[in-house]
């Protein structure tokens, strides 16, 4: 039974793979063709944080592939009216896949064992390797035929960037992610994407003209996270340095794009100006959401290979 909780769960070759599928039903999508390769299959969303990209573009995705889908709100007391084991225990005989956003991370490694179906991070607070395949995905549609993309994270070193640097690794891309002292990903993470993936370029610096200067990709996110509205203002004040704006894109190539998983606070980490301009991909990001779930659900699946 294959999970996917991070993306050290798959190897570079299933990552390639995923994409292979993805491509395929994209190009199909496109030319208005709907193919039910996962009919009767069901999926189940366990969410016990609010989502729009990755609750809809899952919806979508399962039904456009023939299967159907369940939603499973904070009603249903996942970890507190029964034990997350028996959760998984009990909704992996109903189910076929379950993509589940939680509020720990550590709720997910508890519970995936116990499931009889693969499981989805769909968002912890350790990672977000649905966003990461996305964006992955997009990167190669746009920078194709680069032979090794440098992705400049700017901001705090949350979920997403942790996924984005072993994704990235894994990818053979190189990542440098510029953030305050205090917000910096972990060196004991760092260390573990370089010794997990050999070869992998990945590190941590703190001035994000330094990161953008060879960088073909510019990403950032939000500076506050679901969970962290308390420090907003003061997250605010200390990332002040690090908003992605015309100046910090004029440091980068002029051949880069900009990446930001959303929703986007505009005139915080990144200006109108960047996010609705010829360089900014983010809605393309957002579309890919979808298109690569399609891809992740039926290799999981096992419908394609």
């Not at 609010?50 to 159907?68: D, N």
């Not at 400049?152 to 690794?169: E, H, M, T």
């Not at 990542?175 to 260390?191: G, M």
């Not at 203002?233 to 908003?243: K, P």
Request: proline share 5%; net charge negative.
């Amino acid at each position: 039974m294959r999970h996917l909780l991070t993306l050290f769960d798959v190897e570079p070759a299933e990552l390639e793979t995923i994409f292979t599928i993805t491509r395929d039903l994209k190009e199909k999508f496109d030319a208005g063709l709907r193919e039910a390769i996962l009919p009767g299959r069901v999926l189940a969303m366990l969410f016990e944080r609010p989502s729009l990209r990755t609750r809809v573009s899952f919806e979508a995705a399962i039904l456009q592939l023939g299967g159907g889908s369940l939603f499973l709100g904070e009603d249903v007391g996942f970890g507190s009216r029964e034990s997350v084991e028996d959760c998984g225990r009990v909704l992996g005989q109903y189910v076929d896949v379950i993509v589940s956003r939680t509020r720990k991370h550590q709720s997910l490694v508890d519970f995936a064992p116990h499931c009889a179906c693969s499981v989805i991070n769909g968002l912890s607070e350790e990672a977000h390797p649905c966003q990461a395949l996305a964006d992955l995905y997009t990167m190669r549609e746009h920078l194709g035929g680069l032979k090794k993309p440098r992705l400049a994270w700017i901001g705090d070193g949350n979920n997403v960037a942790r996924s984005l640097a072993v994704g990235c690794a894994k990818m053979g891309f190189s990542f440098v992610a510029a953030s305050p002292p205090d917000y910096q990903l972990d060196p004991a993470y760092l260390e573990r994407v370089r010794q997990e993936v050999p070869g992998a370029e990945v590190q941590q610096v703190e001035d994000p003209q330094e990161a953008v200067a060879d960088a073909e990709i510019i990403y950032t996110d939000v500076w506050a996270s679901m969970g962290q509205e308390t420090e907003k203002q003061s997250r605010a004040e200390t990332f002040s340095a690090y908003q992605v704006n015309a100046e910090l894109m004029r440091q980068a190539p002029e051949r880069a794009i900009f990446m930001h998983c959303m929703p986007a606070h505009r005139g915080l980490e990144v200006t109108t100006d960047v996010i609705d301009g010829p360089q900014s991909v983010v809605l393309d990001q957002a579309a890919n959401r979808m298109h690569v779930q399609k891809g992740l659900l039926a290799w999981l699946l096992g419908t394609q290979s």
